[in-house]
């Protein structure tokens, strides 16, 4: 037993787990110090991975060499690829997984990751060198007394640092219910400088589904010819996949839980904390959504082994015989069992402005910040974070320059520069909306955009590259065969008019036909042997076929914001001096020059997205630091 590490990682959820692997794999003697070993990764609210925006951010940690994708493989129940009737840059890969083995799974995964230790303990302190110019973490000192020396800390503490946990009038300290708060953190923290502030999160009640009429609800299927999440060869998709269950809320249902709205300590000022807008709690859509009679919820297993289900959009904090009262009488519900009650719970962050785009803080040397400390909130969100952290911790202490996407890279470099540039007002969630290139950063194209970093950086493996250079290949030459092969008129007019689409006046490339929204390779290979023969003595597989057909389709589009982000790059690559004053430049409007000096941005392109810094101030920078 050692005492000493190169990276220690406070807290074992979704960030932590992604950032102790990453760290130790990479080469770090790393400590993942967690409060409890058999809650690794767990998945505190739905039993859930991925969805519109953070599907995305899921395959791009697989393209890094993050483990989350591969778990989600191996422990899903159900595998959906929402938005399919939309454009490819929105199509979303969601899973339902088996909660307790996905966490299973995280744990086997990090107890056999070489150079990785784990100690079950809460960290109560962290230790500070003061002597330099710069304070620099050095140690972190545990519940239990024990207190370890490491060169860099990520913490990745969740929703349990001061965590508070109400339902209805009764609150009790709690990171999540049957665990307790983390305390001295916090306060250790802004001691240093930091500032904190107060977010909040809820959680549905739990439903025992031998009291669940199922038959009265209408099943949710998964997709008849699931994908999977990681572009790994070596995990598989789900097999005898689990539905899960539309429910809807009634005006009955709403009068019910109206009643409780007294003893709601959303409304009675009893939670400060600022929760998230776009996944409320049942009494604030009531409240939001005044004239609607009715809500879609989602029934949800937790597992194949287990009764206990979901119910996704019935958040709540209302008194526990108010929930009791309103979930009888939702349809199907009407013998319901419950195991336990909805909760929220406030918990402290750390506005992430004060933070690098490493996600090094800015006050102190080797510490970082990964997860809901940085005011976000969903797995995937943190998972993408406590990545980041593990490699650019390494990379430090390596002396190598840190991991920075950009925005047309990654939804996860979408991310970090929202968290770091605007900060946040309430929980961060990822949405497609919030990035500029959508088109660039599809789900089915992660693997292009990352895992040659991925690899060059040492995550992802020899085995794995091969892997992906043979499905480029295969995309390379299925494109190049389209561009290079003609089809005659006799041939195909009367497939493209069984498809709905004009029949040729003269022979044209199979690329142009592609084109055609109504045209795919799929049901040409039907009208063109030589293109299923092709297909076939080739090995391309279903994933290929997609990813060249996305291309064709779409050049133009994804050409023009190539365009547009190769233009843009241009600001990002003038710098800003670390240590200047902005207070100097009087030209600026004076919420520009506080709002720069509040954030420091490294470049004039991080500084055009400060909320608050014009596009005039943003021409006064650019004479003063692009010549």
């Known amino acids: 037993m050692t005492l000493n590490y190169d990276i220690l990682v406070i807290g074992g959820g979704h960030a932590g787990c992604e950032a102790a692997s990453a760290a130790a794999r990479l080469g770090s003697r790393t400590l993942l110090l967690t409060m409890d070993m058999t809650k690794m990764a767990s998945m505190s609210c739905n039993p859930a991975v991925g969805g519109v925006a953070k599907g995305q951010i899921v395959r791009e940690i697989d393209a890094l060499g993050g483990e989350m994708g591969r778990i989600t493989d191996r422990t899903a129940i159900q595998f959906r690829m929402l938005n399919k009737s939309k454009g490819a840059a929105m199509w979303s890969p969601r899973a339902q997984c088996d909660k307790t083995r996905f966490s299973e799974e995280w744990r086997r995964t990090l107890e056999n990751t070489p150079n990785l230790s784990i100690w079950q303990d809460a960290a109560t302190e962290l230790l500070f060198d003061t002597s330099g110019q710069r304070p620099v973490v050095c140690g972190v000192r545990t519940r239990m007394g024990v207190t370890f020396s490491c060169r860099a800390v990520v913490l990745t503490a969740g929703t349990f640092l001061e965590g508070v946990m109400h339902c209805g009038t009764a609150h009790a300290e709690g990171g999540r219910a049957g665990d307790a708060a983390s305390h001295g953190i916090t306060e250790c923290l802004r001691q240093m400088g930091f500032e904190t502030g107060r977010m909040k999160t809820g959680t549905p009640a739990r439903l025992d589904a031998r009291t669940i009429r199922f038959d009265l609800l209408e099943p949710q299927y998964g997709d008849e010819n699931p994908g999977k999440f990681s572009f790994s060869p070596d995990t598989e998709p789900v097999r005898d996949q689990m539905p899960c269950y539309l429910v809807y809320t009634s005006k009955e249902v709403h009068d019910t839980l109206r009643e409780g709205f007294d003893r709601s300590p959303l409304f009675n000022g009893t939670i400060h904390g600022i929760g998230p807008r776009y996944c409320p709690s049942i009494e604030d859509k009531l409240r939001t959504f005044a004239d609607k009679d009715q809500h879609q919820l989602f029934l949800e297993p937790e597992g194949r082994s287990t009764n206990e289900y979901y119910l996704n959009g019935f958040s709540s904090s209302l008194p526990w015989e108010i929930q009791w009262e309103a979930l009888h009488k939702i349809r199907g519900f009407e013998d319901l069992q419950i195991y336990r009650p909805g909760y929220a719970i406030e918990y402290d962050y750390f506005p992430p402005t004060q933070l690098h785009h490493s996600l090094e803080t800015k006050l102190v040397a080797g510490l970082y910040f990964a997860?809901?400390?940085?005011?976000?909130?969903?797995?995937?969100?943190?998972?993408?974070?406590?990545?980041?952290?593990?490699?650019?911790?390494?990379?430090?202490?390596?002396?190598?320059?840190?991991?920075?996407?950009?925005?047309?890279?990654?939804?996860?470099?979408?991310?970090?520069?929202?968290?770091?540039?605007?900060?946040?007002?309430?929980?961060?969630?990822?949405?497609?909306?919030?990035?500029?290139?959508?088109?660039?950063?599809?789900?089915?194209?992660?693997?292009?955009?990352?895992?040659?970093?991925?690899?060059?950086?040492?995550?992802?493996?020899?085995?794995?590259?091969?892997?992906?250079?043979?499905?480029?290949?295969?995309?390379?030459?299925?494109?190049?065969?389209?561009?290079?092969?003609?089809?005659?008129?006799?041939?195909?007019?009367?497939?493209?008019?069984?498809?709905?689409?004009?029949?040729?006046?003269?022979?044209?490339?199979?690329?142009?036909?592609?084109?055609?929204?109504?045209?795919?390779?799929?049901?040409?290979?039907?009208?063109?042997?030589?293109?299923?023969?092709?297909?076939?003595?080739?090995?391309?597989?279903?994933?290929?076929?997609?990813?060249?057909?996305?291309?064709?389709?779409?050049?133009?589009?994804?050409?023009?914001?190539?365009?547009?982000?190769?233009?843009?790059?241009?600001?990002?690559?003038?710098?800003?001096?670390?240590?200047?004053?902005?207070?100097?430049?009087?030209?600026?409007?004076?919420?520009?020059?506080?709002?720069?000096?509040?954030?420091?941005?490294?470049?004039?392109?991080?500084?055009?997205?400060?909320?608050?810094?014009?596009?005039?101030?943003?021409?006064?920078?650019?004479?003063?630091?692009?010549?």
């Open 371 to 627: 997860g809901q400390v940085n005011g976000t909130t969903g797995y995937e969100e943190a998972a993408a974070q406590g990545l980041m952290a593990g490699i650019n911790a390494h990379r430090a202490l390596k002396g190598e320059t840190p991991i920075v996407l950009k925005r047309d890279e990654a939804y996860i470099g979408v991310l970090i520069d929202d968290l770091v540039t605007k900060g946040v007002d309430e929980p961060y969630r990822m949405f497609t909306s919030r990035a500029e290139y959508r088109i660039l950063l599809r789900q089915d194209n992660a693997d292009i955009r990352l895992t040659p970093l991925g690899h060059e950086i040492g995550l992802v493996s020899a085995e794995k590259y091969a892997h992906f250079i043979k499905k480029n290949t295969l995309v390379e030459s299925l494109v190049a065969y389209a561009h290079a092969q003609s089809v005659k008129i006799a041939e195909i007019n009367d497939y493209l008019k069984s498809v709905g689409t004009d029949p040729l006046t003269q022979g044209k490339k199979m690329y142009d036909l592609l084109m055609r929204n109504q045209v795919t390779f799929e049901t040409l290979q039907n009208a063109l042997p030589k293109l299923r023969k092709f297909i076939t003595e080739m090995g391309i597989d279903r994933e290929v076929i997609e990813e060249a057909e996305i291309q064709i389709k779409y050049r133009g589009y994804i050409e023009r914001e190539k365009f547009i982000a190769e233009k843009l790059h241009r600001l990002e690559n003038i710098r800003i001096p670390e240590d200047f004053d902005f207070h100097t430049m009087q030209s600026l409007t004076i919420e520009a020059r506080q709002k720069l000096s509040r954030i420091h941005p490294s470049t004039i392109g991080q500084a055009s997205r400060i909320p608050g810094v014009s596009p005039a101030d943003v021409n006064v920078l650019l004479i003063k630091f692009g010549r």
